[in-house]
């Protein structure tokens, strides 16, 4: 923050002598930050986006897009866009800034073009056999929406081409004809007469003075019938680029209409941080579907009572702020610390909302529970009717025996779980509504179907009505697993020497963010494939089959048990892993393995 703040001032401070001066700042967080410690200097930055020299993208913050939530995505354009025009009635948020950022969730462009976002600029590209960087494309995703995207190679930071001279020589004039030319658009000097940008772009820039330079060159442009040079903001440039896109002679004769891009964009740092803090961005994960409960709650709240006196609108903003704070890499250090704390707050501030407002609901229900029965309320804050696993701890007063029936009456069957919890299965609980079961102590259930005797070893097929998963002869992994209702069609199957649900344990070893061009790749001497011992039933009955396999106290990733959950009422296959006692080792990643039986998902140009 201090950095920005430093950047905003200094840009602001240049455009009191430079009326021509622009400044673009690439997302909404830092300009809150700063409007909250510069109060003094609200007036003169409305007055600069008013003039159309201070312009600010939309996203609120730069996450890796395929490593956040799709409610999450749609959040950087509530804290970005839409409260950067709310407080700036004058600005427009047209660009969303993937700077520096490697990889791109496919559905992206849809969210853009969904939030109003008509442009994207891109850069950390990827060695395509068509494609090349640097270049003007439409960036389409599943649903057919697409928006105007700007291709870059790394750093597009051509200040050096400008440089300090106050003359230019042939030497320097070419060099910064190459750099528009070709370098930046790829596009060839017969289109020189065209809007092009000359983008200055780095790592926490301050804002420089050219004035005299471009001075210089237009004088000299002028005599040479050469292009002229003038500030813009990003999103003007682009504009005024994207107006004649279609006007453009692209070198090697492919027009640019024949390069739509579509599909998720690679990341180039799977490896590198992808695998980051598990307890920081479990919380980031768990503030999200609590916040947004919450949110969904809050308005049922308000809906009932007539009144939203207690929405807690105040607290469910702070709570996604922390929740989308993000700084394009995760750092696996110094930064993670406070990645930590950010999340945490976020799901403190999320929990607690979602509990408060459950409390209040459920205390709403008349259970109508009579003598020696428990209530259990069953809530769905989806927006779809869901039929999916409870499981509830066992309280003093149940008894050894009990029987479960739903609100007709109707017995539904139920099992004691491996960890002592009970564990049913809720089915068709209406959206955003609530399904009531009662326990019954001292009362007898009903024989349940019991598919694997608990205890056993697992060596052969097992299926239910919706899957038959095979397991790898030496345990630890499967085979396949079929989906039963699509014709016998594998959705996982091993391949290429890896098994589903195999885990490996890796130190990164690669190039941090200096990852350019590909994903690096573990190798033998960073590698290693964790052996575990055979599948063991543990627990098995009408609602689930849960099968399990230990890894030894030696193994590198410590002790550790891994587990297949297999649903007998539910379409759900659940794997899981507790890893019981992680080694303290720089830089470990764990990673269980899930080969999918289809082609390629990365980006392509069409």
């Known amino acids: 923050a201090a950095a920005s703040n430093a950047e905003i001032n200094l840009a602001l401070d240049l455009m009191q002598s430079n009326p021509s001066l622009t400044w673009t700042h690439e997302y909404a967080r830092f300009l809150a930050e700063y409007v909250k410690a510069h109060p003094e200097r609200l007036e003169e930055l409305k007055e600069r986006i008013r003039e159309g020299r201070f312009d600010v993208g939309a996203g609120y913050s730069q996450p890796q897009t395929s490593f956040v939530t799709g409610e999450m ?39 853009l073009k969904k939030s109003g976002v008509d442009y994207l600029y891109l850069s950390r590209s990827w060695d395509f056999a068509d494609y090349r960087v640097n270049e003007f494309k439409e960036y389409k995703a599943p649903d057919g929406s697409s928006v105007h995207t700007l291709f870059m190679n790394q750093y597009p930071d051509n200040a050096d081409a400008l440089g300090g001279a106050k003359t230019f020589t042939e030497q320097t004039v070419e060099v910064l004809l190459d750099r528009i030319a070709e370098y930046e658009v790829d596009v060839g000097r017969e289109n020189l007469g065209r809007a092009l940008p000359l983008i200055l772009s780095s790592d926490c820039r301050l804002p420089e003075e050219y004035r005299k330079q471009m001075d210089v060159w237009n004088r000299y442009a002028g005599e040479r019938d050469l292009p002229k040079i003038r500030y813009s903001t990003m999103k003007d440039a682009l504009r005024q680029v994207f107006l004649q896109t279609s006007d453009f002679s692209w070198k090697g004769g492919a027009s640019q209409e024949t390069g739509t891009l579509s599909g998720e964009w690679p990341n180039k740092w799977f490896y590198e941080n992808g695998a980051s803090d598990h307890a920081a961005f479990t919380n980031q994960r768990e503030a999200e579907r609590c916040l947004r409960a919450a949110e969904t709650l809050g308005v049922l709240r308000a809906v009932l009572t007539g009144s939203f006196a207690h929405y807690p609108a105040e607290e469910l903003e702070r709570g996604w702020r922390h929740c989308s704070f993000a700084c394009h890499g995760y750092a696996p250090a110094a930064g993670m610390e406070e990645f930590r704390q ?102 007898a259930p009903s024989a349940g179907h019991i598919p694997m005797e608990p205890g056993s070893i697992w060596t052969a097929p097992f299926e239910n009505q919706f899957y038959m998963l095979c397991p790898a002869p030496e345990g630890g992994a499967l085979e396949s697993v079929v989906d039963k209702k699509t014709h016998g069609q594998s959705l996982f199957t091993a391949k290429d020497g890896l098994h589903i649900g195999e885990v490996f344990s890796y130190t990164y070893d690669g190039m941090g963010a200096g990852e350019q061009l590909y994903i690096w790749q573990p190798h033998n001497a960073v590698s290693h494939r964790e052996s575990f011992g055979p599948w063991k039933c543990v627990e098995s009955g009408p609602v689930r089959t849960v099968l399990e396999s230990r890894a030894p106290s030696d193994a590198v990733i410590g002790p550790a048990v891994l587990r297949v959950i297999v649903y007998e009422t539910v379409k759900k296959v659940d794997f899981e892993i507790d890893l019981e006692d992680v080694p303290d080792t720089d830089r470990l990643q764990i990673r269980m393995m899930f080969p999918v039986n289809t082609g390629s998902m990365f980006a392509g140009v069409r």
């Open 73 to 111: 995505l749609v959040r950087q354009f509530v804290y970005g866009k839409k409260w950067v025009e709310k407080q700036f009635p004058d600005c427009r948020c047209d660009v969303y800034y993937n700077t520096d950022i490697p990889g791109l969730a496919a559905q992206m462009p849809q969210i």
């Open 342 to 443: 950010e999340y945490q707050k976020a799901f403190r501030i999320g929990k607690a909302l979602y509990d408060q407002n459950l409390e209040w609901l459920v205390s709403q229900v008349k259970t109508n529970a009579k003598q020696g029965e428990s209530a259990v309320v069953v809530y769905n804050n989806l927006s779809w009717r869901r039929d999916d696993a409870v499981l509830l701890d066992i309280k003093a007063g149940f008894g050894t025996h009990f029987r479960i029936v739903d609100c007709s009456g109707r017995e539904v069957p139920y099992q004691l779980a491996y960890d002592g919890k009970i564990v049913f299965t809720a089915q068709d609980v209406p959206s955003m509504g609530y399904r009531t079961y009662f326990i019954q102590s001292n009362a």
